[in-house]
């Protein structure tokens, strides 16, 4: 009699249960290796160059922080959104860098594993010959005269530069194996390299580079020396920069010329300058130089371009007790075409003219309008006909009181401040078109007259200390490409015996392309024939598949 036991069949065995620390660390090899596939990898360069483009389309703090607030202001709703997303910091924001650190770290984990088995392939023989060379996409049998032993010795003569292995099979045939086309996956490696070389330069041009741009009078004054920040006008520094150790340069332009069409368009713009780096500091030695669109100025690892140009109106203040004041001033093209331009001059009295500082605020002059290098007037209203500064006009708005000058609130370099008019303390006293050396006398005896304009040049000093690299890296990632692209990865086996007559030899050949095309076109027939042309194959017993 059978019990329960041995009627209940017996329980499969559980597998075993794995611990905590197992299951994490399987998750974690498992995200690791979806991390490090190549699909992954160009899912983050997709990403990468789709998170690039708010960059491009919107205004970014690092580069205009003026028009960021403008932007900013005409959207009170979605701007600040945009801002806390930091959609105006994109190359600097957080999300941005995370797509860049994954994809740098999936490039990394990706191609090091490939090139560890690229090695190997490299010391690896050519496979064995398989078994039927017919089956191959490219195949070709022949019967020639010699020993079997002969016809591969010339066979192999004929494959140099191919990696070739010989063996016996237990049949007695005599096999060749080769195989051509390595630099492919070389030319593979060095592309997805370079693509990690390229990052890596861009990264640190990121953190090590600086960048400053200054408006220069090209009247062959003082000009510019970067010893600190506060010597340009706008100063923008890497993550890993905080203004000191700047290179050191004296950069002076001595004129500026814009050669136009008949039509107004700009042909070509030229600088004189005199610089000086290094020893020349020291010794006050000065170098000539000419700058020119996309022609920078290359010295001790920085470079300066010249970036754009305008003018700036000269003005001559003289006060009631005989004193004068001059000064020469950017104004800001507000027309790109004809360089009509808008500005503001402000004049500080001298000191003694006024008993205290009260009186004195409420006496300086402000002179805010439009300077036309070609001036067309349309009865009063003036307009600039042509870029170049054929006939030089202003019409200005003449200001007397409190310019803001001493009240320690940043004032714009091109308008005066409305809330000061609005309020009275800055009062209009004339209205009135210039032309150089002509001039106005204000109620109280002070004269504005205008000199004439000198043109400045918008000088921008860069230092990337990475920048060779990305060019290096740039080249190479071409060249990878190109080999990648070109050269297919080939393999050509060869099986000799012995044929029914004793004095011939059969010579099988095989041919596989390890590319995504299996075709050779007809390369495989050209060295076929090249192979076995030498040993006069019998047209009736060589036969092609």
Same mark, same amino acid.
Not at 93 to 101: I, K, R
């Given at each position: 009699m059978s019990t329960d036991t041995e009627?209940? @069949?017996?329980?499969?065995?559980? %597998?075993?249960?794995?611990? !905590?620390?197992?299951?994490?660390?399987?998750?974690?090899?498992? =995200?690791?290796?979806?991390?490090?596939?190549?699909?992954?990898?160009?899912? /983050?360069?997709?990403?990468?160059?789709?998170? =690039?483009?708010?960059?491009?389309? +919107?205004?970014?703090?690092?580069?205009?922080?003026?028009?960021?607030?403008?932007?900013?202001?005409?959207?009170?709703?979605?701007? %600040? *959104?945009?801002?806390?997303?930091?959609?105006?910091?994109?190359?600097?924001?957080?999300?941005?860098?995370?797509?860049?650190? /994954?994809?740098?770290?999936?490039?990394?984990?990706?191609? *090091?594993?490939?090139?560890?088995?690229? =090695?190997?392939?490299?010391?690896?023989?050519?496979?064995?010959?398989?078994?039927?060379?017919?089956?191959? @996409?490219?195949?070709?049998?022949?019967?020639?005269?010699?020993? @079997?032993?002969?016809?591969?010795?010339?066979?192999?003569?004929?494959?140099?530069?191919?990696?070739?292995?010989?063996?016996?099979?237990?049949?007695?045939?005599?096999? +060749?194996?080769?195989?051509?086309?390595? /630099?492919?996956?070389?030319?593979?490696?060095?592309?997805? *390299?370079?693509?990690?070389?390229?990052?890596?330069?861009?990264?640190?041009?990121?953190?090590?580079?600086?960048?400053?741009?200054?408006?220069?009078?090209?009247?062959?004054? %003082?000009?510019?020396?970067?010893?600190?920040?506060?010597?340009f006008d706008s100063f923008r520094a890497g993550n890993l920069i905080d203004g000191t150790g700047l290179t050191p340069l004296c950069v002076r332009v001595k004129d500026f010329r814009a050669d136009y069409l008949p039509n107004g368009q700009a042909e070509q713009f030229t600088s004189n300058i005199e610089y000086q780096s290094g020893a020349d500091l020291v010794t006050d030695t000065w170098r000539d130089d000419v700058l020119q669109v996309n022609h920078p100025l290359r010295v001790a690892g920085d470079r300066v371009y010249l970036q754009g140009h305008g003018y700036a109106p000269t003005f001559t203040v003289t006060f009631p007790n005989g004193e004068t004041r001059t000064e020469t001033v950017q104004w800001e093209p507000t027309d790109g075409t004809t360089f009509l331009s808008s500005g503001v001059h402000r004049f500080d009295p001298p000191g003694g003219l006024y008993p205290d500082s009260t009186e004195r605020r409420k006496n300086q002059i402000a002179i805010e309008g439009l300077f036309a290098p070609t001036a067309s007037f349309h009865g009063t209203l003036l307009s600039s006909s042509f870029p170049a500064p054929n006939d030089p006009a202003v019409a200005v708005d003449i200001y007397k009181g409190d310019t803001g000058l001493d009240t320690?609130?940043?004032?714009?370099?091109?308008?005066?401040?409305?809330?000061?008019?609005?309020?009275?303390?800055?009062?209009?006293?004339?209205?009135?078109?210039?032309?150089?050396?002509?001039?106005?006398? +204000?109620?109280?005896?002070?004269? !504005?007259?205008?000199?004439?304009?000198?043109?400045?040049?918008?000088?921008?000093?860069?230092?990337?200390?990475?920048?060779?690299?990305? /060019?290096?890296?740039?080249?190479?990632?071409?060249?990878?490409?190109? !080999?990648?692209?070109v050269i297919k990865r080939r393999r050509i086996w060869v099986r000799v015996y012995p044929a029914d007559d004793p004095r011939r030899t059969v010579v099988e050949l095989g041919g596989l392309a390890r590319t995504d095309q299996a075709g050779w076109g007809d390369e495989f027939d050209r060295l076929a024939d090249r192979l076995l042309s030498a040993d006069s194959a019998l047209p009736h017993t060589a036969t092609k598949e």
């Open positions: 009627s209940r @069949p017996a329980a499969e065995p559980r %597998p075993p249960r794995q611990s !905590v620390g197992g299951r994490a660390l399987a998750g974690v090899r498992n =995200a690791w290796r979806g991390l490090t596939s190549m699909r992954t990898a160009l899912v /983050l360069l997709f990403l990468l160059a789709l998170a =690039a483009i708010p960059g491009a389309l +919107l205004p970014q703090r690092s580069l205009n922080a003026g028009k960021v607030d403008e932007y900013i202001a005409d959207r009170p709703t979605l701007g %600040p *959104l945009m801002d806390r997303v930091e959609l105006f910091d994109v190359f600097g924001s957080f999300w941005f860098t995370a797509v860049y650190v /994954l994809l740098f770290v999936s490039l990394v984990g990706c191609i *090091l594993p490939r090139c560890v088995e690229h =090695a190997r392939a490299l010391r690896t023989p050519p496979v064995a010959t398989p078994r039927n060379l017919a089956r191959l @996409p490219h195949h070709r049998r022949a019967e020639v005269d010699g020993a @079997p032993a002969e016809v591969l010795d010339s066979v192999a003569e004929r494959m140099r530069g191919w990696r070739t292995a010989r063996r016996e099979e237990s049949t007695g045939a005599l096999t +060749l194996s080769t195989e051509k086309g390595y /630099l492919r996956e070389a030319g593979n490696l060095v592309f997805h *390299l370079s693509l990690v070389g390229l990052l890596v330069a861009i990264a640190a041009g990121k953190l090590f580079s600086y960048e400053g741009n200054v408006v220069v009078i090209a009247n062959d004054g %003082p000009g510019i020396c970067t010893t600190s920040p506060a010597q320690g609130n940043p004032q714009s370099l091109f308008s005066l401040s409305q809330v000061l008019v609005e309020q009275g303390r800055l009062v209009k006293q004339d209205r009135v078109n210039l032309t150089p050396g002509e001039s106005t006398t +204000l109620a109280d005896g002070t004269q !504005v007259r205008f000199d004439g304009a000198e043109e400045f040049v918008n000088l921008q000093v860069s230092h990337d200390p990475a920048q060779t690299w990305v /060019l290096v890296t740039a080249l190479t990632m071409m060249a990878g490409l190109v !080999v990648s692209l």
